[in-house]
């Protein structure tokens, strides 16, 4: 079965330059998450979209943006990177059901790697 | 934060059921509880959900107390492969909130 597919898989970058993070989602997927995983971490809540909108936003840097495109894939721009933002960056989707059948499950990526040296 | 509390490790015996509890006792009547767990740096994995009847499917089952207010995941014959920090999660329609899970320990 298809899954959640995340580019690139492992990135290194400066401090202070830009990053770009790309998530498909499983086919007829309409909503994606971004979770960052710090070392030693639990995974936290970034952002999310649904029908190209952004749903709900956690603790997302202000130097963080993302978005989600009419063929439902999502990216994760960050800018002004820190060695801080080195972390495992996950994306999930899920499909929406109705309203009064809110139980649909998520599914995650594999993760992309950020190092930022 | 998260609103589930979990014991922060357990051990299991290879072959055994790995029972994993989870208090939720703020849970409100609509939030399903979500189990995943997560493999060493990979992806979380999706296990199983309910609202309030008891589930199973080929990973897990699931027992939700009839309050509603904790639950269990029963891994009938633990792995390896189920070494793994499980995640308790009561969500309904929003972002999934991961606390800090219960490390298991699946010994040969």
């Known amino acids: 079965a298809a899954g959640v597919i995340q580019s690139p898989r492992h990135l290194i970058k400066e401090k202070r330059e830009t990053a770009t993070l790309k998530c498909y989602p499983i086919p007829r997927h309409d909503t994606v998450y971004w979770y960052q995983q710090g070392p030693g971490q639990d995974p936290q809540f970034l952002i999310s979209f649904y029908e190209k909108m952004q749903s709900d936003k956690g603790s997302i840097p202000d130097r963080f943006s993302a978005q989600q495109f009419s063929d439902y894939h999502s990216e994760l721009n960050m800018s002004s990177l820190e060695l801080g933002d080195s972390a495992l960056y996950f994306c999930a989707s899920s499909i929406s059901t109705s309203i009064a059948s809110m139980n649909t499950e998520a599914f995650f990526g594999q993760g992309t790697r950020l190092t930022v040296v | 934060d998260a609103k589930t509390t979990q014991p922060t490790s357990m051990d299991c015996a290879e072959g055994r059921a790995a029972n994993l509890p989870c208090n939720h006792s703020?849970?409100?009547?609509?939030?399903?509880v979500y189990w995943y767990r997560q493999i060493h740096s990979q992806g979380p994995q999706y296990i199983i959900h309910g609202l309030k009847n008891n589930e199973t499917n080929e990973m897990a089952s699931l027992i939700i107390t009839e309050d509603r207010k904790s639950s269990t995941l029963i891994l009938p014959h633990a792995t390896l492969r189920d070494t793994a920090v499980y995640y308790c999660i009561d969500n309904y329609g929003q972002n999934f909130v991961f606390g800090p899970g219960t490390r298991l320990s699946v010994l040969p």
């Open positions: 703020t849970i409100s009547g609509n939030e399903y």
